[in-house]
């Protein structure tokens, strides 16, 4: 399977795809990961990734598209992969599928994780992290022992928040038709234990 995992802030999709890695034996492809490798790697493309990235400036699609084709080209990637946090625009997707095309691998699953959008809120506003051991906590889903020494993230501030939503939905809001015109989107309803999320995207898969 060649899956495209999409999901909000606090939608549970990293957990998700950590689950997915394990079940489908497939790598998780992240265009942050594959960045830094890049650039520690010192490629050509990593190169020119890290001037970009040192200057504070958006790596452009072309290159980013050729660190996916290296890394789809990779052993580990031949029997599918789950590419997450890309694409974020139709440019980007349709750049994607002509590479794709190129390799003969195309995307077979696009799984968007729904989730309303003030239970994201409150799922993120509500996280505390102790500075102790770094263990994240919910203050109503999964509260902290009484000695925690707990932390807000600036990133669970409602204003950061709020506008990572704000951000994601600008994103997502010409994507989704372009895969739902194409007929990959499978939406799954994201509110629920972990496992019952997992259960849901592996009948979406099957589907």
Request: overall charge neutral; cysteine-free.
């Amino acid at each position: 399977m060649r899956i495209v995992l999409l999901g909000p802030p606090a939608s549970g999709k990293g957990t998700q795809a950590k689950r997915l890695i394990g079940k489908l034996g497939v790598p998780q492809v992240s265009t942050g990961d594959m960045l830094r490798a890049a650039k520690k790697a010192g490629t050509e493309l990593g190169k020119k990734a890290a001037e970009f990235m040192s200057a504070g400036a958006l790596v452009p699609d072309e290159v980013v598209i050729g660190l996916v084709e290296e890394r789809l080209k990779l052993d580990d990637a031949k029997k599918g992969f789950i590419l997450d946090g890309f694409p974020r625009t139709v440019p980007q997707a349709e750049a994607l599928d002509a590479m794709l095309e190129r390799l003969a691998s195309p995307i077979t699953h696009v799984v968007q994780i729904d989730v309303a959008r003030d239970l994201l809120v409150e799922r993120a506003v509500l996280r505390r992290t102790d500075k102790r051991t770094g263990q994240i906590y919910h203050l109503k889903y999964n509260p902290p022992p009484s000695d925690a020494e707990l932390e807000h993230r600036a990133d669970d501030q409602e204003d950061k928040v709020l506008k990572r939503l704000a951000d994601y939905e600008a994103i997502t809001s010409a994507l989704l038709p372009y895969y739902e015109k194409r007929g990959l989107i499978r939406k799954v309803d994201g509110v629920g234990t972990p496992d019952e999320v997992t259960v849901r995207i592996g009948d979406a898969l099957e589907g």
